[in-house]
């Protein structure tokens, strides 16, 4: 009988050490996909918030992010894809899906979901030699057109009108497409075209007809001077979601603006 009382006992407490581990390891397995969250986008939004105050969103919200910094653009299709959980961008949401519909216009852009953070103004950098500093967003709406195209149709030298802005994606570059040109392309064709929007404020540093389109930071930690226009032209800091957020992507978007706030 008692061989046979430990024999009927080890199946019922190996099931239940079995389910026990299984529950446990489940637990464990849940805690970690929740406790991580992949926050992807632009470069802006990584360098003005992100890079140095990660660590201040993670313990406000309780969750650890892995951020990756590319474009607004990106960002938002690694959120279709669903290899991102929030999506940073550094323009207006409608801006950002006028420039995506260019490239995937099938995507389902009615469920993503705006948070605006901060904003931010847009310079107009020139190299410093250049005599001109001050112009009408109309003046610059027809440069940005290709309308104007050299600087002694503003007063300036007989140099060609070179605009620098980022590549397709770019926060600042759709920012002013939104702003100035209904969402439409830059017209121009004499463009150069950088990665990043840390590139622009050193390319018109050493092009002497460049006109750059960069956050006013970059622009002023470069020491260069802009052409000051007749109206504000800003630029939004927005986390997206791609439907309602769930209370981890709430929790990492309140703990954002908090420390936005504190950093203004």
Known sequence: MRSFAVVGKCPL?????????????????????AANLVVQGSTT?????????????????????????NKSGLGLLALFERRADLAMISASLDGEIAALRRTSPTLPFERL????MSRTRIAFAVHPS?????????????????????WQQLGGANIPIRLVAVRGGGGVTTAVES???????????DVIYVQSGAQVPPVVAVERGALGLAQLTLVRAQNLPELVTDQVVEQELNLITLGEPTPAMRA??????VVVKSIE
Request: no cysteine; hydrophobic share 50%; charged share 20%.
């Open 113 to 116: 979901q705006n948070f605006e």
């Open 179 to 189: 702003a100035l040109l209904q969402g439409k392309p830059i017209g121009a064709t």
């Open 252 to 257: 990492v978007i309140d703990a954002t603006r």
């Open 130 to 150: 250049n005599a001109i500093r001050a112009a009408s967003l109309d003046v610059m709406r027809r440069i940005l057109r290709g309308e104007i195209n050299n």
């Open 45 to 69: 939004f990584f360098q003005q918030v992100m890079e140095k105050h990660q660590s201040d969103v993670e313990a406000k919200s309780g969750y650890k992010l892995n951020v990756i910094s």
């Open 13 to 33: 407490m190996l099931v239940r050490g079995v389910l026990g581990a299984a529950f446990v390891i489940g637990m464990h397995f849940s805690a970690a996909s």
